[in-house]
């Protein structure tokens, strides 16, 4: 489980202010998916299936956002290659060891959508959102398993935040 602050502050801020796409509702989604759908980074590769990452982020999903997205919005393709050193589109495994870009793509997965983020004080509007766009009626994830992912993530990193200090 990756440690809570480092992580807001490193990786999810950092990556969402360099996009240009941070908000605190940005923040908590990202937080709440990584919560959910690796344990907080406790898995870099779905056990039984082709997800990759902290954000368990499938290859097809990422092959989509890259052709029917990102080579459609100049301005963010530029963000993409100056913010992260590209020069073209990178094969999918960098999900499983770039926390930044992995970041990135899981904000454009949320970006490409029409309904507003969640508010970041209320995490049934996030579990909802989650799971209506990313997780799908397809899939496994269920709503009181998810929102103790997510609270587990947030209190076990804290806490061990404090005994490692």
Not at 20 to 48: D, I, P, R, W
Request: aromatic share 14%.
């Amino acid at each position: 489980m990756l440690n809570i602050l480092q992580f807001r502050e490193l990786i999810v801020k950092s990556t969402l202010n360099d996009l240009l796409m941070y908000s605190q509702n940005a923040e908590e989604l990202m937080v709440f998916t990584c919560a959910v759908e690796s344990l907080g980074g406790h898995y870099l590769k779905q056990v039984k299936g082709p997800a990759l990452g902290i954000y368990q982020m499938e290859p097809q999903t990422y092959n989509d956002i890259w052709q029917n997205y990102i080579h459609n919005q100049g301005g963010l393709l530029l963000k993409l290659f100056s913010n992260f050193g590209l020069t073209y589109m990178p094969a999918e495994d960098i999900l499983i060891y770039d926390l930044r870009f992995a970041t990135a793509m899981t904000r454009i997965f949320y970006q490409r959508i029409k309904e507003p983020l969640p508010d970041y004080r209320n995490v049934d509007a996030i579990w909802a959102y989650y799971k209506k766009y990313y997780n799908t009626e397809l899939g496994s994830a269920t709503k009181v398993e998810s929102i103790n992912k997510y609270t587990n993530f947030l209190h076990n990193s804290h806490l061990r935040n404090l005994i490692l200090v």
